[in-house]
């Protein structure tokens, strides 16, 4: 058991008996909306005890993005040296591959923001020495910079040396 799984699983269940059949104030019983249920959902598997649950959609995330991937490979792979195919809907292999790289980057949206912020969560709990303990803003800053692009990624690996990504909380 990871800290703080039984406090999630405990505030899981707080949160879907507060979200459950509570009447409205006119007397009708409210009702969870779309969004509110996969919330609910969502928090249910983050606070399981079971890690492949915990891991569920960070694992498909990374697949969908993978497949996007080997999409593009397959399908350049099959039209190298030759003319361009004829789609229907006058879909060109442009189109296919942008579309394809789009739902790649989309998927590893989520993954990549988690793991910052997880990197984020490490750098500013683990006791350094007293020459590392001043934390300025700017390291906030910089690893907000980091969830921005490229260069803010480069920046932050400056600025920590990767030595956060070695040691454990």
Same mark, same amino acid.
């Given at each position: 058991?990871?800290?703080? @799984?039984?406090?999630? #699983?405990?505030?899981?269940? /707080? ?7 509570? !009447? *409205?104030?006119?007397?009708? !019983? ?10 609910? /959902?969502?928090? /249910?598997?983050?606070? *399981? ?11 498909? $995330?990374?697949?969908? *993005? #993978?497949? $996007? ?35 790649? @980057?989309? #998927? ?38 980091? *969830? ?15 030595? $956060? ?5």
């Amino acid at each position: 058991m990871t800290p703080g @799984t039984a406090e999630k #699983a405990e505030e899981a269940e /707080k949160f879907e008996d507060t979200q459950t059949e509570k !009447p *409205s104030p006119k007397g009708h !019983p409210g009702k969870l909306n779309f969004a509110q249920k996969i919330e609910q /959902k969502l928090w /249910k598997y983050s606070a *399981s005890k079971n890690v492949l649950k915990r891991w569920l959609v960070e694992i498909i $995330s990374w697949t969908i *993005s #993978a497949l $996007s991937m080997a999409g593009i490979v397959a399908v350049l792979y099959i039209y190298r040296n030759q003319p361009l195919p004829r789609w229907p809907l006058n879909i060109t292999l442009g189109a296919y591959i942008s579309v394809l790289a789009k739902v790649s @980057t989309a #998927a590893l949206l989520l993954p990549v923001s988690e793991a910052l912020g997880q990197l984020k969560w490490i750098w500013f709990h683990v006791k350094r020495d007293k020459s590392e303990q001043s934390k300025k803003l700017w390291d906030f800053e910089l690893f907000d910079n980091a *969830s921005r692009g490229p260069w803010g990624s480069f920046v932050l690996m400056l600025r920590t040396k990767c030595a $956060s990504l070695s040691r454990a909380p």
